[in-house]
């Protein structure tokens, strides 16, 4: 029955159908402007009606979809909804820019325009960024910024593109406590890679972490882009104009790269665009974080397993001088498992206090093979432990000098390695102090390999040599590899002279007094 031929009762009866009923006012009175058909109805696919059924009785949701898959548009005009039927409530939508917050608010300006009147409450406040009805209700689209956080009070929170807003975790930090009262939150995105909050969210109300409800649909839902039945006429409709379903996915295909298709349709987390390692190898070093570790030296170190007194055990030093955001970490890894037993994390720990908890923990595992870093203060490391507490199972290079020396070089070649060993599972890592660093852990605009911005890679630099030292080992045992150690004069330590080197191997000296207790 259209609107015109209803009475007064029966307008009313409609009138509460869609007060009650978001995807029936939806799918009967919202028109939408399709990007080949022009204005038309917003005739609901079923995966569409599954999303908003779910946003209705769900207070979070987070959705994982593919491009082009409507849920802008959804989300939308469910907003419009909110803001026609239910009083002095206030929705905010978050995009990522300006462009992007206009656009979702002009389609609801539209959605508006076109209801019939007797579901067309009168505008109180329209401008660039709100439209606000005669209910009370006012949707708020806003670019998001740095300051967006603090004056996102509002019944709905809609992020669009999550995955997209580089500050989100800090805007939800914000706002999360305003609604958690009470207020409701959809979260809806492509995926963008992997450890950014988009991904953490996600992630943590697959495993009921949170408080989120996981909305996952797939291309394979939509009839437009794979053949369904009871869709014929949309076929018909679209073979008119040269369109043909049963190609969609060949040709789509092959207009982009796998990679762009895996993350965009098939909505896999694959890491961002330029991280080091692949999506599939960070997805699984996340899938297989170990939680279960106890800590020593005030939470300085975390241990997974206690040392077994039929393996033997290496251990990888990347020494700083603890300025600003650098760190001194080491792993402690088995030899014959491969597996990450223990590591060390901390930006000010003494070199005396450092060697002293190195030669500690070496002696517990088995004479652990130590190699130290030796570009900045590393030499004073090994000074400390050598000629100090006397520990001899130091790691000597072809030049019988103790340490690595990392220069430009050869710093490619270890990163290189490391990821052979991540990709062919011949180590296990548990810490996600350590995996956290490799999800940030980039190839710039310039093709360097390093930390994205605002990042560290300490515990990624000792990772690299730990596993250069487990390779190494591989054809001979510590004892062989080090045997030349002993022979090495212990000499009297100078301890607050260092000299260093830098990346291009030219000698620096700095005195290092103030790291010494």
């Given amino acids: 029955m259209s609107v015109i031929s209803m009475d007064k009762t029966q307008l009313i009866e409609e009138f509460k159908r869609c007060r009650e009923d978001p995807v029936y006012f939806i799918s009967n009175y919202v028109k939408v402007t399709h990007p080949v058909r022009g204005l038309v109805p917003f005739k609901l696919y079923p995966f569409q009606k599954d999303i908003l059924k ?90 998001s910024g740095k300051q967006s956080g603090r004056s996102l ?79 014929e006429d949309l076929y018909e409709e679209m073979e008119k104009k040269g369109l043909y379903v049963d190609k969609w996915e060949k040709t789509t295909k092959a207009n982009m790269p796998l990679k762009q298709w895996l993350q965009e349709y098939e909505c896999e987390f694959l890491g961002t665009g330029d991280t080091y390692l692949e999506g599939y190898l960070l997805r699984r070093l996340v899938e297989d974080i170990s939680p279960d570790f106890w800590i020593k030296y005030n939470n300085k170190m975390r241990v997974w397993k206690d040392p077994s007194p039929e393996s033997e055990y290496v251990i990888g030093v990347d020494v700083s001088l603890g300025r600003e955001r650098d760190y001194s970490p080491f792993h ?63 790691w000597i290079d072809d030049k019988n000098d103790f340490g690595i020396q990392i220069t430009t070089r ?10 052979e060993y991540i990709r062919n599972n011949f180590v296990k890592l548990n810490s996600k102090r350590t995996i956290d660093e490799l999800l940030t852990f980039i190839v710039n605009d310039n093709g360097k390999i390093t930390a994205d911005d605002g990042k560290n890679d300490d515990l990624i630099m000792s990772l690299a040599s730990t596993i250069f030292l487990l ?15 002993t022979e090495k004069e212990r000499k009297p330590l100078e301890p607050f002279r260092s000299v260093v080197h830098d990346n291009d191997n030219n000698k620096l000296e700095e005195d290092i007094r103030w790291l010494m207790k």
């Fill in 54 to 143: 779910n946003v209705k009785e769900h207070r979070f949701n987070i959705l994982r979809k593919f491009r082009q898959a409507g849920c802008t548009t959804i989300s939308a005009a469910y907003s419009l909804w909110m803001i026609v039927f239910q009083k002095h409530k206030q929705v905010v939508i978050l995009s990522k820019g300006d462009a992007e917050s206009t656009e979702v608010l002009d389609r609801i300006k539209i959605m508006y325009e076109e209801l019939p009147a007797f579901l067309r409450p009168k505008i109180v406040e329209d401008n660039k960024h709100t439209l606000k009805l005669s209910t009370g209700s006012t949707i708020k689209s806003r670019p």
């Fill in 153 to 231: 009070a509002g019944s709905l929170l809609i992020i669009d593109e999550a995955a997209f807003i580089e500050n989100i975790d800090t805007i939800w930090a914000a706002v999360y406590p305003i609604i958690s009262t009470g207020g409701r939150a959809f979260v809806l995105s492509t995926v963008n890679g992997i450890g950014n909050w988009y991904y953490d969210v996600y992630h943590k109300a697959i495993a009921g972490k949170n408080s989120f409800n996981c909305i996952d649909i797939n291309w394979e839902s939509h009839p437009e882009y794979k053949r369904q039945e009871g869709f």
């Fill in 332 to 394: 402690i890894f088995n030899v014959y498992t491969g597996e990450q037993i223990a590591e060390f994390y901390s930006n000010r720990t003494p070199i005396n206090e450092l060697a002293q908890i190195l030669t500690t923990e070496a002696n517990l595992y088995n004479n652990a093979t130590v190699i130290i870093e030796r570009n900045t203060i590393g030499n004073n490391l090994i000074d400390w432990m050598f000629n100090i507490y006397e520990y001899d199972n130091l």
């Fill in 410 to 419: 050869n710093r490619e070649e270890l990163l290189a390695r490391m990821e």
């Fill in 471 to 485: 390779h190494t080992l591989a054809d001979g045992t510590p004892l062989e590899m080090t045997q030349n150690n």
